[in-house]
């Protein structure tokens, strides 16, 4: 793994959430992060590009990209020292180590040259079910587009604000979600909208299960 900037109550407060959670995550997790698999197929990606994962946890995402995609380069940052070392171990019995990087970092600090030595942006970035669990999120949007090349690719998947649900599961769902300081933002794919507009970039999004999440896949301007 390679070091990154971290900020320590950063870290910290990452570290104290999954240091037994990351042993049950992908267990328990499969049950409600719905549309990953799907949104990793619809990035479509090309022999060479070069993906990297803003809070990758325990890598399964990039896993699934390298058995998708045999041919992308992958990398994964996370503000979990204690995840990471989880994924390191599991992308190491994947016999995929060779395949993927991994560095501590969060969102706002990526960087394709001082995290992996890189020399030219990202051809994708994909956040998945992270977003949410950031309080600047928008500064981590920013910096994600920052580091995508033109006519690059953002994939995002998350919870929305579950409006066409029932009121009793909505907020039984978003107190139970705060519990692990995950608070959905109702205006999260307007956002996006927003920033492709202005850019002149483009963006598809879809509702899954009555808003219970969001997929998007933006598009920066060529």
């Not at 197929?41 to 699934?64: K, Q, W, Y």
Request: aromatic letters at 10%; one cysteine or more; proline letters at 5%.
């Amino acid at each position: 793994m390679t070091p990154g900037v971290m900020t320590g109550d950063t870290a910290a407060r990452m570290d104290r959430m999954y240091r037994y959670q990351r042993h049950i995550y992908d267990a328990t997790r499969k049950f409600y992060l719905l549309g990953r698999d799907g949104l990793i197929e619809r990035m479509s990606l090309l022999l060479g590009d070069r993906v990297v994962e803003i809070g990758c946890g325990t890598g399964r995402n990039l896993m699934a990209l390298a058995r998708r995609y045999p041919g992308v380069h992958l990398y994964g940052i996370d503000a979990s020292a204690v995840m990471l070392r989880s994924a390191a171990a599991h992308i190491r019995r994947a016999g995929l180590e060779g395949r993927i990087r991994l560095a501590y970092g969060l969102g706002e600090q990526l960087d394709a040259r001082a995290m992996f030595g890189l020399d030219r942006p990202f051809d994708s970035v994909l956040i998945s079910y992270a977003l949410t669990m950031i309080p600047a999120w928008p500064v981590v949007v920013e910096r994600a587009m920052a580091q995508l090349r033109p006519a690059g690719r953002l994939a995002v998947v998350d919870f929305w604000d579950q409006q066409d649900l029932p009121s009793w599961f909505r907020q039984a769902l978003q107190s139970w979600l705060a519990l692990f300081d995950v608070h959905p933002q109702g205006d999260m794919p307007q956002f996006f909208e927003r920033l492709a507009r202005d850019r002149g970039g483009s963006v598809i999004i879809d509702s899954l299960l009555g808003r219970y999440a969001f997929r998007l896949i933006y598009q920066a301007p060529a």
